[in-house]
T-cell receptor
Framework: DTGVSQDPRHKITKRGQNVTFRCDPI?????LYWYRQTLGQGPEFLTY????????KSRLLSDRFSAERPKGSFSTLEIQRTEQGDSAMYLC????????????FGNGTRLTVT | AQTVTQSQPEMSVQEAETVTLSCTYD???????LFWYKQPPSRQMILVIR????KQQNATENRFSVNFQKAAKSFSLKISDSQLGDAAMYFC????????????WGLGTSLAVNP
């Protein structure tokens, strides 16, 4: 297994456009997380799935953000009508279901909204 | 609500020396897990070390060790024989032991290693 994979690595888009990111977790991991990280800050939780169920979504997340994990494997994160404030690194992580199981992170997708 | 505090935004260490990064947390729970993650510049976040709160013995992974003081709610990371590749942001994180608990992150400490 090659670890958590995220695509694309970089995305530049104009304000108002929609973007979609993909995350492929480690195959045996049933939990999948999305985080947002801005420069010099720690990861900010967005949402997470256990298998195909979305168990929690951050209250900070506006309705423009939506995530899916339809078959309990890969996940997509869509941002509609992007704003300049959405510019950040979007990190995906996966883990086993046990709470002592560490998160394994992907390389992230860097979004720049112009 | 649980919080994690890293009071040192930036630290530096000479190559081959030892450095300690501090982390304190606030919780009313008795069972939880603590983690240190490393994020090198423009590279992915990786786990450095983890500690279960019910274990009294401090976790150790090669040159990395922790000083876990449960009563003081302190979880510091010691890096021995520092190497240039240790330069990174280091994040401390907490997770409760209940079901469906997510990580609570500190703001990170940026570690520079001087040759």
């Amino acid at each position: 297994d090659t670890g958590v994979s995220q695509d694309p690595r970089h995305k530049i888009t104009k304000r108002g456009q929609n973007v979609t990111f993909r995350c492929d977790p480690i195959s045996e991991h049933n939990r999948l997380y999305w985080y947002r990280q801005t420069l010099g800050q720690g990861p900010e939780f967005l949402t997470y799935f256990q298998n195909e169920a979305q168990l929690e979504k951050s209250r900070l997340l506006s309705d423009r953000f939506s995530a899916e994990r339809p078959k309990g494997s890969f996940s997509t994160l869509e941002i509609q009508r992007t704003e300049q404030g959405d510019s950040a690194m979007y990190l995906c992580a996966s883990s086993l279901a046990q709470n002592n199981s560490p998160l394994h992170f992907g390389n992230g997708t860097r979004l720049t909204v112009t | 609500a649980q919080t994690v505090t890293q009071s040192q935004p930036e630290m530096s260490v000479q190559e081959a020396e030892t450095v300690t990064l501090s982390c304190t947390y606030d919780t009313s729970e008795s069972d939880y897990y603590l983690f240190w993650y490393k994020q090198p510049p423009s590279r992915q976040m990786i786990l450095v070390i983890r500690q279960e709160a019910y274990k009294q013995q401090n976790a150790t992974e090669n040159r990395f060790s922790v000083n876990f003081q449960k009563a003081a709610k302190s979880f510091s990371l010691k890096i021995s024989d520092s190497q240039l590749g240790d330069a990174a942001m280091y994040f401390c994180a907490y997770r409760g032991a209940g079901n469906n608990r997510k990580l609570i992150w500190g703001l990170g400490t940026s570690l520079a290693v001087n040759p």
